[in-house]
């Protein structure tokens, strides 16, 4: 190679070098605290944090199951990256029929028992609404987002989002309490170098 293309492909790496240092560098931590229209704290809504860049390092998560125990779903919402393959163990005695009409994927998974062979992989970001043909108090939620930066609310409403690199986000919130069909609630969030914080409050939640 001639001596110029090697300095120039030294000098691009020490680039992309440089850039990924800046970025570890600042990523930050993003606290968002989740409350209801009375002020209180709302234990179960997920957080995340889009951008073109988050969608970018998006990746599907493995190993992610929803399972049915005792009739019902466990979890009761699960919040999985696009691309992501779930498996549905079924660990009661009797069968399930699990399906979903859901735009963002629909599926069934006709009567069975054990774990069905092949997972169901959700493509599209969105709220999947989950069922039981068998079982009709059985619900569940899973929702599909364009993003690695995301997390459940915890008992005091609080979620911390951890290795946030600087940039623009939109900050959305979602809670399976919120009128059917509702959008995730959405606002803009600024992230530096430095732990960013936010307030998010969620109307209108049915119990």
Not at 61 to 85: N, S
Not at 123 to 133: A, K
Request: with cysteine; proline share 9%.
């Amino acid at each position: 190679m001639h001596p110029a293309c090697c300095a120039r492909a030294a000098y691009r790496a020490l680039l992309v070098a440089l850039a990924a240092s800046a970025g570890a560098a600042w990523a930050a931590t993003v606290q968002v605290d989740v409350r209801d229209g009375a002020g209180k704290p709302v234990e179960g809504a997920v957080v995340f944090l889009e951008s073109a860049e988050a969608q970018r390092a998006a990746r599907p998560l493995p190993g992610i199951e929803m399972a049915q125990e005792h009739k019902r779903f466990v979890p009761g919402v699960l919040a999985v990256t696009t691309g992501t393959e779930v498996h549905f163990p079924n660990h009661d005695a009797v069968r399930h029929h699990v399906y979903s009409f859901s735009p963002a994927k629909k599926f069934e998974l006709k009567l069975y028992s054990g774990t069905p062979a092949n997972p169901v992989r959700f493509e599209m970001p969105g709220v999947v609404v989950l069922g039981c043909n068998i079982h009709d108090q059985m619900v569940a939620w899973i929702l599909v987002v364009d993003t690695p930066y995301f997390a459940h609310s915890g008992p005091a409403g609080r979620v911390l989002l951890d290795g946030v690199p600087a940039g623009a986000y939109r900050l959305r919130t979602w809670h399976p309490g919120l009128p059917v069909g509702a959008a995730a609630l959405a606002q803009p969030l600024s992230v530096g170098p430095a732990p960013a914080s936010a307030a998010v409050v969620l109307t209108g939640l049915t119990p």
